[in-house]
């Protein structure tokens, strides 16, 4: 699955990025973990699962680096994500559940 870089600058264009992302990858489940952070600068290793609404089932991973401006907004966002196919979900634990 090939992604294509795509700069928001407003957030309407946000908005709409994340409402079209989210209405084709289906039933996320999320974990992030913060690797380092100092003054306006994060990051963090994340994996999700979804499902597209065809029923294949993926697994994305990967690292961000995220770094804000004065008012907490974020101004820089670099992400390197893996999208691997797999042959069903539920691989990462619900912190609801357990499961």
């Avoid at 795509?6 to 209405?23: D, H, M």
């Avoid at 597209?52 to 004065?70: A, I, L, M, V």
Wanted: overall charge positive.
């Amino acid at each position: 699955m090939e992604k294509s870089v795509r700069v928001c600058k407003r957030t309407s264009e946000i908005v709409a990025f994340l409402t079209r992302k989210w209405s084709k990858e289906l039933d996320h489940r999320l974990i992030k973990e913060a690797w380092a952070f100092n003054e306006n600068r994060i990051a963090v290793r994340f994996a999700y699962e979804w499902h597209n609404d065809s029923g294949n089932c993926y697994r994305s991973y990967g690292n961000e680096n995220w770094e804000f401006d004065k008012y907490g907004l974020m101004q820089v966002r670099h992400a390197s994500i893996n999208d691997l196919p797999t042959l069903h979900l539920r691989q990462i634990p619900d912190e609801r559940t357990g499961c």
